[in-house]
């Protein structure tokens, strides 16, 4: 087969490749063929004919979306006849649709929006379309030069606008059927909460069984909206503003990295986030906290200036005078009773400078994010492979023939890296869930393993064993790459699938089969360790690490580990150093010769001991050795319980700084407040979960006092005889991570312009390639891990015996549910159906279809009891994705998206209701 041919389009002879359809080649060669059902990434569809050409020797006028190129093909896109057969299928479409858009006279002149409704008398105007302007079809009716007598009647569907559901208006009027909402859901997405639905002989967008999208599973992300051409669908906040500019940028809320375009209006507000077609973590994707979450940044209740304790109260101050008095209160606590918790939305100039500043200037490695309260999840995976990072590209997964997802709620916390992972099983690939929990994905598995749990560690070593016994391994990568496997297999002998059955509850037979499924690969593990006991951990990650190296399914292309990491910037606010026992780049602190290169480049000595993570500076705090504290952003883990009661800790310190953009519970609490600059009012760059390094660009102008956490840093320490922060620009903070951290030679904010790019950069002085280990270990071998099999970990609380797995769903269709709607808004009723195990149950007097009631410490949900839990001691329940989403849109909090709830295992006791009748 040729790898490319010629194609002569309207006289212009193009080369494109085999296989391309006459419309993307055409697309691809600049010239433009209108078009309506077609859109980027989706497949060829060929419903709107508008888009219909003429080819030299073939009858008819084909779709060019859905006409495949031949080498050699002759292809009119402009001909009389194609024009005219266009325009008739606009005529047909506008017979449908308000065009009064279209045939104003003011169309050329158009003066403020009231005039227009003063003398108006129709309700189909531009005024009354929330897309006016960026409407496909009205660009397409005048790219067409249409002549508006119509002869075709105008129908007014008259169809009332559906505006109860979370975050989206629908309003049907305006469809023109062509599908791509539809095609989005089901093709991209995997949800099919659309559908084709037949409405009085009109065929029109809907769901399936008629009910609301809550009821039908939509996840909210917008995909939908990006997608529609015409003002059908569309966001419900500033549904009617108009952008006045458009800004690329990256989505703060997780470490997928999502690029965004960001619309804003002549007010400087936020209006709309758009996914960047482009963009090469998302593709066009986005999740509901990256398409519905950025109204943050416009909150009112926004910091305008900073703020200082006076007589016990915080009062508005200048700059000047808040730096001042953190530089000279700070002096008092150099040292270890400093410590620093830097945010994982900081970008990495912001994060660099502040590690810098507590080690160069405070003394002290006692720096951390607040988003670390597992940091094993990479830790271990650094010190068993060299990096504390993922290993592949999340797209590369579309391609992979199985793909591991352990303990980890992917669509909520890291929502698009599950959309590669469904495209995948689409062409057939294989998922294997392993998690006691019931997560959007299970629904996608070829197994669900619900090990007891704690006992996801002997089930991963089971399917070891299996490998070795049928000989399933990936041998090349083990005799190049790795060592001491006699060490791992000598401890496989405890995994026998038999005994692993009695301690996981999974069958024998599963174990095999998820051996086989995973071990020829290309297969993938994302991996979180949400329900995971501390103790348990490192041994849990170093199981997974050793099954992608014995499989070999590590170091090539669509294979490869990825740690679910929390937090925008995770991983880039740790490469930059934001860690108590790493300087940037991971180099260890009490390593003589790293920390020698930074004291060189720094100027000053740097301390050699390690410092305090998260949850020990919160130790710290509560026993006296930590006495001043600097806090950036607000994070879950203040206020989740994670940490126990972070806010009464604080308020036993000496000296409090806090840096937010709200004026939080925690800032409540702070001697100093500065205003921080949000993700959309700064520069800077973001690493995601693949390594990729991309480009924030500020989106607003600075409309308070607001600054960027770097430079905050910056001015602190200059103010305390810090040496080297005399930072300009956050570009020069680039160019000096760049110089000093191997795996960031060769990075620039220029250079990542045109999109982003994957650490260690091909052509820098380090060596390697985007895919980590595909040069094999920087001159090591990896290692295998020997594994201990270890029993359930025992749950031992007489008030609350059980435990609760709580999972959530997108929907549950055979179950009833209700849509109330509550002050304006629709919230899904239903049963919930509480899962116990039928020896639990006997035990507490509990029958199939009883009405019971679980109690934990803080809370407590009714419903109906189920006898099929798998375990003895392990109750489960699911709580529905769209009440979640209805909760968050009307959470006072100014940036709920930043608390989306996670699901964590609880200690629990079931009781019967006496009342059976009591309504849950
Ligand atoms: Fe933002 Fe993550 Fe959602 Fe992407 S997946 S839109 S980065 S929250």
């Given at each position: 087969m040729l790898d490319q041919i010629t194609v002569t389009i309207d006289g212009v002879e193009i080369k494109t490749e085999p296989g391309k359809m006459i419309l993307q080649a055409a697309m691809d060669a600049g010239i433009y063929i209108p078009y309506l059902c077609y859109y980027p990434g989706m497949k060829p569809y060929g419903a709107c004919r508008m888009c219909v050409v003429e080819v030299e020797n073939q009858r008819g006028t084909p779709a060019s979306c859905t006409t495949p190129v031949a080498d050699g093909m002759v292809v009119y896109t402009n001909t009389p006849q194609l024009v005219s057969l266009r325009r008739e299928i606009m005529e047909l479409l506008l017979s449908q649709h308000p065009h009064g858009c279209l045939t104003c006279h003011r169309i050329e002149l158009c003066g403020p929006q009231d005039i227009c409704l003063r003398h108006v008398s129709v309700n189909d105007r531009c005024v009354t379309c929330p897309k006016n302007e960026r409407c496909e079809l009205k660009d397409t009716a005048r790219y067409l030069e249409m002549d508006m007598t119509t002869p075709l009647t105008y129908n007014y569907r008259s169809i009332p606008i559906e505006n109860k559901d979370p975050f989206w208006d629908r309003d049907l009027n305006l469809c023109i059927v062509c599908g791509r909402c539809v095609r989005v859901c089901e093709e991209i997405r995997g949800d099919n909460a659309l559908t084709f639905v037949e409405r009085s002989g009109t065929s029109l967008i809907g769901t399936s069984r008629g009910t609301s999208v809550l009821q039908s599973g939509c996840e909210f992300c917008g995909a939908c909206i990006d997608t529609c051409p015409t003002g059908a669908l569309v966001e419900q906040d500033y549904k009617w503003e108009k952008a006045a500019e458009t800004v690329d940028t990256i989505c703060p809320h997780c470490?997928?990295?999502?690029?965004?375009?960001?619309?804003?209006?002549?007010?400087d507000k936020i209006?709309?986030?758009?996914?960047?077609?482009h963009g090469p973590a998302n593709q066009g994707q986005l999740c509901f906290k990256g398409k519905f979450?950025?109204?943050?940044?416009?909150?009112?209740?926004?910091?305008?200036?900073?703020?200082?304790?006076?007589n016990g109260f915080l009062e508005e101050a200048s700059w000047e005078e808040a730096l001042d008095l953190i530089a000279q209160r700070l002096q008092a606590y150099k040292g270890d009773r400093f410590a620093l918790i830097a945010s994982p939305r900081g970008t990495n100039e912001d994060n660099y400078v502040?590690?810098?500043?507590s080690r160069a200037v405070m003394g002290t490695n006692n720096v951390d994010l607040s988003s670390n309260l597992r940091p094993e999840l990479v830790v271990t995976l650094g010190e068993e492979l060299g990096y504390q990072a993922g290993t592949n590209a999340i797209w590369e997964m579309e391609d992979s023939c199985c793909v591991m997802v352990v303990l980890s709620n992917v669509t909520e916390e890291h929502n698009v890296a599950a959309v590669p992972i469904k495209k995948a099983i689409k062409k057939g690939a294989k998922l294997i869930v392993i998690d006691p929990r019931e997560t959007e994905l299970t629904r996608f598995a070829h197994l669900w393993l619900r090990a007891q749990p704690g006992t996801e560690t002997a089930l991963i070593g089971a399917i070891l064993r299996v490998i070795v016994d049928e000989t399933l391994e990936g041998k090349e990568m083990v005799a190049q790459h790795a060592q001491n496997l006699d060490a791992l297999k000598h401890t496989l002998w405890r995994f026998d699938p038999v005994k692993v059955e009695e301690v996981t509850g999974i069958s024998q037979d599963r174990i095999k089969e998820a051996a086989r499924l995973f071990a020829p690969g290309p297969s993938?593990?994302?991996?979180?360790?949400?329900t995971v006991a501390p103790d348990?951990?490192?041994?849990?990650?170093?199981a997974l690490v050793n099954l992608a190296l014995l499989t070999g399914n590590l170091g090539r292309p669509s294979t490869g580990l990825f740690p679910l990491i929390p937090g925008a910037n995770g991983q880039g606010a740790r490469d930059v150093g934001c860690s108590p026992h790493t300087l940037p780049g991971y180099e260890r602190v009490n390593d003589d010769r790293a920390r020698t290169r930074f004291q060189e480049a720094w100027g000053v000595p740097l301390p050699s001991t390690p410092g305090l993570g998260l949850k020990e500076v919160v130790d710290g705090i509560r026993d006296g050795r930590i006495q001043a504290l600097q806090i950036v952003g607000d994070s879950p883990n203040f206020t989740n319980g994670e940490l126990g009661d972070v806010l009464q800790g604080l308020r036993d310190l000496k000296f409090l700084v806090v840096q937010d953009a709200f004026r939080t519970g925690l800032a409540e609490l702070a001697d100093v407040v500065l205003p921080s600059a949000t993700f959309a009012e700064k520069g800077g760059t973001y690493t995601n979960m693949e390594r990729r390094v991309q480009l924030l660009r500020p989106a607003l102008k600075p409309t308070r006092e607001e600054k960027p956490d770097w430079w905050i840093f910056a001015q602190i320490a200059q103010r305390m005889g810090g040496r080297g922060f005399d930072y300009a620009t956050c570009s020069q903070i680039m160019e000096e991570i760049a110089t000093l951290v191997p795996i960031y030679a060769g990075i620039c904010h220029h250079r990542l312009e045109s999109g982003g790019l994957q650490w260690p950069v091909p052509g820098a002085d380090h060596p390697g390639t985007p895919i980590l280990y595909s040069q094999g270990f920087n001159g090591r071998k990896a290692s295998f891990s020997p594994m201990t099999l270890e029993d359930a970990p025992k749950h031992i609380d007489p008030d609350y015996p059980l435990l609760l797995a709580t999972g959530r769903l997108l929907h549950q269709p055979e179950r009833d549910m209700e849509v109330i709607s509550g002050d304006g808004l629709n919230m899904v009723k239903r049963d919930e159906v509480i899962e116990i195990h039928p020896e639990d149950a006997r035990s507490l007097g509990i029958d199939e279809g009883d009405r019971v009631e679980v109690v934990s410490s803080k809370d407590s949900i009714n419903g109906v009891a189920r006898l099929s839990s798998p375990h003895k001691g392990l109750v489960s329940t699911t709580l529905l994705f769209g009440d979640m989403a209805a909760r968050l849109e009307v959470n006072p909090d100014p940036d709920?998206?930043?608390?989306?709830?996670?699901?964590?295992?609880?200690?629990?006791r079931v009781e019967r209701v006496s009342n059976p009748w009591q309504p849950s």
């Open positions: 470490p997928v990295g999502c690029q965004v375009k960001l619309e804003v209006n002549k007010r209006i709309r986030s758009i996914g960047h077609l979450g950025m109204n943050f940044v416009n909150h009112k209740r926004r910091l305008r200036r900073p703020l200082i304790r006076r502040a590690q810098k500043f993938a593990i994302l991996y979180a360790l949400d348990r951990r490192q041994e849990y990650v170093r709920p998206m930043l608390k989306v709830p996670g699901l964590p295992m609880v200690p629990v």
